[in-house]
C-alpha cells in the first residue's frame, strides 16, 4: 500500500472506532418507554438524578391507564415505574422521574451551535428494535407552526430515517453531546427534533414550578404526592 | 466544551462537512420563477447564476435571493430544456462564485446535496455517490454524456442546487427535471460547458449532418485500415438531398468513423460530439470507404 491508501485506512479504521465508541456512550443514557400495553417509545435521561425527557405523544397518554403502567426500561436493563412531572402537548414533549439518584445521564450539547451539515446520529428504539441507530446530517434549522400559544417553535431538521419508536430518542453530534430530541409533530420526509435549547427551558420551567408551587405554567404540571 | 477534541475524526469530519455546506451555501441561492415551492440556483459568477430549466416557467419577474436574504430581479440569459439548464443574469449583482471540483464524482464519495427554497437558511442532505451513468437521451432532444447518481435526498426545491464534495466544492447540478422526476446530477464538467455556450449564445448549439445511420461491426479489414482500437462505426444509410453531408459528398455506405478528431462508435456519441463551437464549422468527418480511410470536410448545419 503507499502512504495515502495507508493513511485513509487508518482514518477509516479512526472513524469505525470513534463512531461505536460514541454509539456505545449515548446508548447508556437511552431509556425504554412502554405505556400500559401500547408500544415502546424512546427517552434521554436528562439528569443524573432520574429526569427523563420523551415525547408527550410517548408518554402523555399514560393518565387513561393509571400510574403504575408509565414504566422505564434503563440500557442497564433495569425497570422503573414513572410519574409524569409534566407535559407540554404544543412542543410535544414530557418530563419524568424515576426513583434513580445515579442515572447514567446523557452529555448535553448547546443547540444553538448546530450547523448545518454536521454529522448526526439518531439512537431509539424504531419498530421496537431497541438501540437502533441511524446516521446523516443537519438538514436544516427552521420553524415548525405550533398549535398553542407559542405559534411556532424552533426544529432542527435532519436527513435520518426515523420510524416510530425513534419518538422521544437522542439526536446526537459527533461528540456524542445531545442536540435535541425526535419528534413526529410535523409531517413530511424530513426527521424533526426539538432542539436542546427549547428541551431546556421546558425542564427548567417544571422544576421552577415545583420550587414555585404559586406560580402558574403554561405548562400543564402533575401535582406531587 | 468536551466536543472540541481535535483528535477526534468523527467531530473532524463533521466539522469539515458543516463547513463544505457553508462554503457551497454561500453560493447557493433561492430562485423564484414558478408557482409552486422555488427552487435553487449556483452562482457562477458576480452576476450570473445556474439554475434548472424545469423550474423556470416564466421570462420575467424573476425573483433571487441571496444568502443574507437580499432579494434581487434577474433575467434569462439562456436556457437549454436538452440538459435542463438555465442560465440567469442579476445585474449589477455581487455574488459569491462557487467553485467547480477539479475531478468528476467517484462513486462511493461522500456528498452533500444543497438546496435554498426557502428563506429559513441553508439546506443539506448526505449521501454518498451511487453510480455514474450515461450517454442517456433526455428525451428533450438533448444527451446527457453522463450523469450522476446519489443517495443523497433530494427534497422538494432542491433542483437547480449544487452537489458538493466534502470540501464543499461543486461536483453537480441536482435535478429531478431530466428523468420523469427521477432526481439525477448533471456533472460541473458539463454544466459549466453549457453555461458558457448559454452566455456566449443564449442557447445551446446543436449540430445537423443530414444523414440516417445504423452503428454496425467493423470487419477485422476495415480496423486495419482505421489503425486504432475501434469495433463499430456508423453506416450511413441516408443522405438527405441538399443536407450538410450531401454537400461534402457523403455516400450511402459510407461507415462514419470519426469526427473532429475524435472517434465515433455509436449514434449517441455521434449526438454528443455534434454540439457547441463545430456547429456552422467546416469540420473533418473521417469515414470508411471502400476500405481506405478517408476524411472529408462537412460544413456542420444547425438543428433548429
Redesign the interface.
Known amino acids: 500500500m503507499d502512504r495515502k491508501t495507508n493513511f485513509a485506512a487508518t482514518?477509516n479504521d479512526?472513524?469505525a472506532d470513534?463512531?461505536s465508541a460514541?454509539v456505545e456512550r449515548v446508548q447508556r443514557s437511552l431509556v425504554v418507554v412502554r405505556v400500559g400495553k401500547h408500544g415502546v417509545g424512546a427517552g434521554v435521561i436528562w439528569r443524573r438524578d432520574g429526569l427523563i425527557v420523551t415525547n408527550q405523544h410517548v408518554a402523555g397518554h399514560h393518565s387513561l391507564f393509571g400510574r403504575a403502567h408509565l414504566q422505564v426500561t434503563l440500557a442497564d436493563g433495569r425497570d422503573f415505574p414513572a410519574r409524569l412531572l409534566a407535559q407540554d402537548p404544543e412542543i410535544d414533549l414530557a418530563l419524568l422521574q424515576i426513583d434513580d439518584q445515579d442515572s447514567p445521564a446523557a452529555?448535553i450539547?448547546?443547540s444553538r451551535a448546530v450547523?448545518?451539515?454536521?454529522?448526526i446520529l439518531a439512537v431509539g428504539h424504531p419498530w421496537g428494535q431497541l438501540g437502533f441507530v441511524t446516521a446523516?446530517?443537519?438538514?436544516?434549522?427552521?420553524?415548525a407552526q405550533t398549535r398553542g400559544p407559542r405559534g411556532s417553535v424552533d426544529i432542527i431538521?435532519s436527513?435520518v430515517s426515523l420510524a416510530p419508536g425513534n419518538s422521544g430518542g437522542p439526536l446526537v453530534?459527533?461528540?456524542?453531546?445531545v442536540i435535541g430530541i425526535n419528534t413526529m409533530i410535523v409531517g413530511g420526509?424530513?426527521g424533526v427534533a426539538i432542539p436542546t435549547q427549547v428541551i431546556n427551558s421546558f425542564v427548567e420551567g417544571v422544576l421552577g414550578d415545583l420550587t414555585l408551587p404559586a406560580r402558574r405554567s403554561r405548562v400543564e404540571t402533575e401535582k406531587l404526592v | 466544551m468536551s466536543q472540541s477534541n481535535d483528535n477526534n475524526p468523527l467531530i473532524a469530519l463533521s466539522d469539515a462537512m458543516a463547513e463544505a455546506v457553508a462554503k457551497a451555501g454561500a453560493a447557493t441561492l433561492l430562485v423564484d420563477a414558478r408557482r409552486r415551492l422555488p427552487a435553487s440556483g449556483i452562482a457562477l459568477s458576480a452576476d450570473t447564476l445556474l439554475t434548472a430549466d424545469h423550474v423556470i416557467e416564466r421570462d420575467d419577474d424573476l425573483g433571487v435571493m441571496l444568502p443574507d436574504g437580499s432579494q434581487l430581479t434577474a433575467s434569462v440569459a439562456g436556457r437549454d430544456s436538452g440538459s435542463d439548464l438555465a442560465l440567469l443574469r442579476v445585474k449589477g449583482a455581487t455574488l459569491a462564485p462557487a467553485e467547480p471540483a477539479p475531478q468528476p464524482a467517484r462513486v462511493g464519495q461522500l456528498v452533500l446535496a444543497l438546496g435554498r427554497p426557502t428563506p429559513e437558511g441553508i439546506q443539506a442532505s448526505q449521501g454518498v455517490v451511487s453510480a455514474i451513468g450515461g450517454p442517456v437521451r433526455t428525451g428533450r432532444g438533448g444527451l446527457l454524456e453522463n450523469y450522476i447518481r446519489t443517495d443523497a435526498i433530494p427534497y422538494p426545491g432542491f433542483s437547480g442546487g449544487p452537489l458538493i464534495d466534502a470540501a464543499g466544492r461543486v461536483l453537480g447540478v441536482n435535478t429531478s427535471g431530466l428523468a420523469r422526476g427521477m432526481a439525477l446530477t448533471i456533472p460541473a464538467g458539463l454544466a459549466w460547458q453549457v453555461a458558457a455556450a448559454l452566455a456566449e449564445h443564449g442557447s445551446v448549439r446543436r449540430g445537423y449532418l443530414g444523414v440516417r445511420s445504423q452503428p454496425v461491426d467493423l470487419p477485422p479489414t476495415q480496423k486495419q485500415a482505421l489503425g486504432r482500437d475501434q469495433n463499430t462505426g456508423l453506416l450511413l444509410v441516408g443522405i438527405e438531398d441538399d443536407g450538410p453531408a450531401a454537400q461534402a459528398g457523403l455516400l450511402v455506405g459510407d461507415i462514419l468513423v470519426g469526427i473532429a478528431g475524435q472517434p465515433v462508435s455509436d449514434p449517441d456519441e455521434l449526438l454528443a460530439r455534434l454540439v457547441g463551437a463545430l456547429v456552422g464549422q467546416p469540420t473533418p468527418v473521417e469515414v470508411l470507404r471502400g476500405g481506405q480511410r478517408i476524411t472529408i470536410t462537412v460544413k456542420i448545419g444547425e438543428r433548429k
Open positions: 482514518l479512526a472513524l470513534e463512531m460514541l452529555q450539547a448547546d450547523r448545518v451539515g454536521q454529522l446523516g446530517v443537519v438538514s436544516g434549522l427552521s420553524q431538521r436527513d453530534n459527533a461528540g456524542g453531546g420526509d424530513l
